[in-house]
């Protein structure tokens, strides 16, 4: 859909300053970093279009500065904004030895801090490669103070469609509680179980709440 026929509450960039950009699809984050489309089309073709030739986070990770530049509609300022959130997130997911271990758990210590704040439950999922390094991310469920659904289907089709070899759960306890529930507990055996059959290791599920997390261990 152009981006002239959205509502404007339901923009890229007004979604992801109302739900946080984890809601947004790979389109949606590129339409936001773009700005702006070409002559004769908006922004959410002209990241379409980026999106037919690198049509994920990898393929993206590994373009040239002169394969952007030259992109049709891109020029230099947008390739540059596009370099530059690329090598944001290589700095994000850096060498595990310096960083003292795998890249996950990097974004695991900004969402305690992050997800403190929250007033409802929600649950979001982190897709790694064989080394931890995380390949995407996405809110998985949305919720009130009593619970979040989780689609595991969902979830599966997922994390096969990025390519992840692992996944790691987190979610939040709006009561400020990190303590891991008899539903959560229950919650990681059965996604571990489906994840298993599709040859993905759950790495962990973490609790948040009170600026620290917990790790749900299962007997």
């Known amino acids: 859909m152009s981006l002239s026929n959205l509502p404007a509450s339901e ?13 947004l699809s790979l389109q949606e984050l590129l339409a936001v970093l773009l700005r702006t489309g070409r002559k004769g089309s ?18 993206l990770a590994r373009v040239t500065p002169a394969e952007l530049c030259s992109f049709p509609g891109l020029g230099e300022a947008k390739a540059a904004a596009l370099l530059a959130a ?35 439950e929600f649950i979001l999922a982190l897709f790694t490669d064989r080394e931890g390094h995380v ?5 998985i469920s949305f919720g009130g103070l009593d619970g979040a659904f989780l689609d595991a289907p969902y979830l599966c089709r997922r994390a096969v469609r990025v390519g992840a070899a692992g996944l790691v759960l987190i979610h939040n306890h709006p009561d400020g509680n990190p303590e891991p529930s008899e ?29 620290t997390s917990r790790s749900v261990t299962v007997h």
């Open 135 to 139: 390949l995407g991310s996405e809110k």
């Open 183 to 211: 539903e959560d507990r229950s919650l990681t055996v059965a996604v571990a179980r489906q994840l298993k059959l599709l040859g993905i290791e759950l790495i962990g599920h973490f609790v948040v709440a009170g600026g």
């Open 86 to 120: 690329i090598e944001l997130g290589h700095r994000l997911n850096g060498d595990p030895k310096k960083n003292g271990g795998p890249a996950w758990q990097g974004i695991l210590l900004t969402l305690e801090k992050r997800m403190t704040p929250e007033e409802r």
């Open 11 to 23: 923009r890229p960039r007004e979604r992801l300053l109302r739900m946080g950009s984890a809601s």
């Open 42 to 59: 908006d922004v959410m073709s002209l990241a379409a279009n980026l999106l037919r030739d690198y049509p994920d986070e990898r393929a």
